[in-house]
């Protein structure tokens, strides 16, 4: 289930990468010409609703502009997948800010259950930690 702040969270996330796909847009067009910016706009745009036509264009393409073509994804996939990070992390911030951290909910969910120190004792001499 979502909350509200999670929803504005992922509209304010997505409008953040929109307005970053538009930069990169006017960056492509300004260092590689308009015509690199027209087929990665066709490309993504035939890429929704028909994707056999997207593989047709793509095997018509010569080397160097498909190089381009997969740098040019390649940056707005990894300037995407930075924005969500940051965003995911201040949720988790605001999370801990407003509920603790996560040992300290299970310390306060153990105290409401009553359980006795005894048996929090033999858990964790039973617990074997190793790290990864």
Do not use: C
């Amino acid at each position: 289930m979502t909350t509200n702040g999670e929803q504005d969270s992922d509209a304010l996330m997505r409008s953040e990468i929109h307005r970053l796909g538009i930069l990169l847009g006017h960056s492509l067009t300004r260092q590689e010409g308009p015509q690199l910016f027209e087929l990665v706009e066709k490309i993504r745009n035939l890429s929704k609703d028909r994707p056999n036509e997207v593989a047709q264009l793509l095997a018509r393409i010569d080397l160097d502009s498909a190089i381009k073509l997969a740098r040019a994804f390649s940056v707005y996939f990894h300037l995407a997948n930075i924005t969500e990070q940051f965003f995911r992390s201040q949720d988790r911030a605001k999370e801990r800010a407003t509920n603790g951290t996560w040992l300290a909910q299970v310390a306060s969910k153990i105290k409401e259950a009553g359980i006795k120190q005894e048996t929090i004792d033999e858990a964790f001499q039973n617990l074997h930690v190793r790290p990864v």
